[in-house]
């Protein structure tokens, strides 16, 4: 059983940074290809930046240069380190893991991050103009 907890939206200002956090297990975070997607209401959601066992990154264009991603295995944690927010980064922002089969890489990942047979609750990123 995969269990990933996300943490560390909030309300923040353009220009602002916020870091969320990602709670899971040493051996999924070590393991397998791991991402965030968000979802603004009424729009598609959106796969924002993956990573894969390796350590290799890959960033939707969106949030290239502002946002990074990273992970601790030590500490069974992904990280979305968010800086230079917009209002259009407003959305609920989600972790997800893919165990399914064969490892994805990062490049693989990005655009289908947002299906991957895990993911957590969410936590929501508000950007104020």
């Known amino acids: 059983h995969v269990q990933l907890v996300e943490s560390g939206g909030g309300s923040v200002q353009a220009g602002g940074s916020l870091r969320l956090s990602c709670a899971a297990s040493?051996?999924?975070?070590?393991?397998?290809?791991l991402g965030w997607f968000r979802q603004a209401p009424g729009k598609e959601r959106e796969g924002v930046a993956t990573i894969d066992r390796d350590g290799s990154t890959n960033y939707a264009d969106s949030v290239k240069g502002r946002f990074t991603i990273s992970k601790d295995n030590a500490k069974a944690t992904l990280y979305l380190q968010m800086n230079s927010l917009k209002p259009e980064d407003s959305a609920m922002y989600y972790c997800?893991?893919?165990?399914?089969?064969?490892?994805?890489?990062?490049?693989?990942?990005?655009?289908?991050?947002?299906?991957?047979?895990?993911r957590g609750r969410g936590t929501q990123v508000t950007v104020s103009s």
């Open positions: 997800a893991a893919d165990l399914s089969g064969a490892p994805l890489t990062a490049t693989q990942a990005l655009g289908v991050v947002a299906d991957f047979d895990y």
């Open positions: 040493e051996y999924t975070v070590s393991r397998y290809c």
